[in-house]
């Protein structure tokens, strides 16, 4: 029996730094996995559409697709906009079979790129217990998202940092450059921006901003195409493809 299809959906952006990233993250997933068939589709702004990669998928015959959602929290996107562009087409090609996967976050795997993103920024080891850090995610409106990414920064704070405090782009607060500057008037000496965003766009380039009109001394990159993220995309896969097999053996 093939494997499954898997499709990485991501949100989409006007920024073309997004699609950019997030085809080379699945071109990583690819090359972690030959045999494997990765999509990808967007649900705004960038080609191709959900819809239309699936009724490619039913036209070659595909038999089931694993619908991954490229997000770090179940907010909106997740919760509502996957889930009804997915129903909409089993609806409409009911032969072909699919299932949506988790999303990524919380992940060992996303801290460990986090990890990674700061060491090439130039955070070292022997720098923690002096630097504070800005977790900084795009922000959301709803509640367990923002739960989570408080719940990363307080774990976070046990690996060493100094002190760790979440903000946010949108939707919610603080903003990053009122967390650097909270950070400062604690007395930390050095504050590391992490920006909790797996692509470039609107949102990342806000948090960025922020750092540096409150003088943060490092910024980190994005996520971007991290292998720890090309493997946690993988473990997704996997669990998804397992709860088909336990379903199907019931």
Do not use: C, W, Y
């Given at each position: 029996?093939?494997?499954?299809?898997?499709?990485?959906?991501?949100?989409?952006?006007?920024?073309?730094?997004?699609?950019?990233?997030?085809?080379?993250?699945?071109?990583?997933?690819?090359?972690?996995?030959?045999?494997?068939?990765?999509?990808?589709?967007?649900?705004?702004?960038?080609?191709?559409?959900?819809?239309?990669?699936?009724?490619?998928?039913?036209?070659?015959?595909?038999?089931?697709?694993?619908?991954?959602?490229?997000?770090?929290?179940?907010?909106?996107?997740?919760?509502?906009?996957?889930?009804?562009?997915?129903?909409?087409?089993?609806?409409?090609?009911?032969?072909?079979?699919?299932?949506?996967?988790?999303?990524?976050?919380?992940?060992?795997?996303?801290?460990?790129?986090?990890?990674?993103?700061?060491?090439e920024a130039g955070v070292r080891p022997g720098d923690l217990p002096r630097t504070g850090l800005v977790l900084a995610s795009a922000g959301s409106s709803d509640p367990e998202a923002i739960a989570v990414i408080a719940e990363i920064a307080r774990e976070l704070r046990h690996t060493g940092w100094c002190a760790v405090r979440p903000a946010f782009a949108s939707a919610s607060l603080p903003r990053t450059e009122d967390a650097v500057r909270a950070l400062r008037a604690e007395g930390v000496e050095r504050v590391a921006v992490a920006p909790y965003v797996i692509a470039p766009g609107r949102l990342p380039d806000r948090i960025a901003a922020g750092a540096e009109a409150a003088g943060a001394d490092v910024l980190a990159d994005v996520l971007g195409p991290a292998p720890e993220l090309a493997r946690l995309l993988l473990e997704r896969y996997d669990e998804a493809r397992a709860l088909v097999g336990a379903s199907l053996s019931a």
């Open positions: 029996m093939s494997h499954p299809v898997l499709l990485v959906i991501a949100h989409g952006s006007r920024d073309p730094r997004h699609a950019a990233t997030v085809h080379a993250l699945t071109q990583r997933v690819r090359a972690e996995r030959p045999g494997l068939r990765v999509e990808t589709a967007f649900l705004e702004f960038n080609a191709p559409s959900v819809p239309r990669v699936l009724e490619r998928l039913a036209a070659e015959e595909a038999d089931e697709v694993i619908a991954l959602p490229l997000l770090l929290t179940r907010a909106f996107h997740a919760k509502t906009d996957i889930p009804s562009v997915l129903r909409e087409a089993r609806a409409r090609l009911p032969r072909l079979h699919i299932r949506q996967a988790d999303v990524l976050g919380p992940s060992p795997l996303l801290n460990a790129t986090l990890g990674r993103r700061l060491r």
